[in-house]
């Protein structure tokens, strides 16, 4: 199965600022999938990264809030931007396990506490 | 829309009782179906797929089209299935994207 080293695991953050979260693969994968995870909620898709392509959102969610980059099949970044307590969740990127039919590896998720 | 739906948010049984979470999901087409399970301090990770009609950790999960369930069910519930369980429809169309229920906490009680 893929490994996926997330970064920071945990942070803390003033309100207004930008936090950059990254996600390295041990291994080249098509399309990488953010995820935010709020207090008590199950998981929402925030985007999928596709390398060489803007990054596909879905409903609620936009660029200018959320940049992410795929500079390549290995590496991922989301932006948290012009955050506000209401961005305090836990965010998580996912790939696609090739050794297993359609199912989904995780990065051990980057909790982000907006103060 | 895609929808699934958990309707438990917290399911205690006691230890070597028979345990099961319900899943129901709304869907066009065929589904893949996934449960994922988080335990404490842990990654979310798969727990099972319905293709593979396979049993980790001696559970399993049938679906039932007619009833457009997929559920999970074990016999015998261990305190360490002490966890938080996600019901997961991989999507139709464009581009393969997972959609979670809003997730089931089991708690086994000793």
């Known amino acids: 199965s893929a490994v996926i080293s997330q970064k920071p695991s945990r942070d803390i953050c003033q309100r207004g600022t930008s936090l950059t979260i990254q996600c390295q693969v041990d291994?080249?994968?098509?399309?990488m999938f953010w995820y935010r995870q709020q207090p008590g909620q199950s998981l929402t898709l925030i985007a999928t990264?596709?390398?060489?392509?803007?990054?596909?959102?879905e409903s609620g969610f936009v660029i200018d809030k959320f940049p992410i980059s795929r500079p390549n099949l290995t590496f991922s970044t989301l932006t948290v931007s012009n955050m506000s307590p209401e961005d305090s969740s836990i965010y998580l990127c996912?790939?696609?396990?090739?050794?297993?039919?359609?199912?989904?590896?995780f990065g051990s998720g980057t909790r982000l506490t907006v103060v | 829309a895609q929808r699934v739906t958990q309707p438990e948010k917290l399911l205690s049984v006691f230890k070597g009782a028979p345990v099961e979470l319900k899943c129901n999901y709304s869907?066009?087409?065929?589904?893949?179906l996934f449960w994922y399970v988080q335990y404490s301090r842990q990654r979310l990770q798969l727990l099972l797929r319905?293709?593979s009609r396979e049993s980790i950790k001696g559970f399993t999960a049938d679906l039932n089209k007619g009833e457009t369930s997929f559920h999970l069910k074990k016999p015998f519930a261990q305190e360490e299935d002490s966890a938080m369980y996600y019901c997961?429809?991989?999507?139709?169309?464009?581009?393969?994207?997972?959609?979670f229920g809003t997730g089931t906490k089991l708690q086994v009680i000793p």
């Open positions: 990264a596709n390398q060489g392509s803007e990054a596909t959102y």
């Open positions: 997961a429809p991989l999507g139709a169309g464009g581009y393969q994207k997972v959609t």
């Open positions: 996912s790939v696609e396990d090739s050794a297993v039919y359609y199912g989904y590896t």
């Open positions: 869907y066009s087409g065929s589904p893949e």
């Open positions: 319905h293709i």
């Open positions: 291994s080249q994968v098509t399309m």
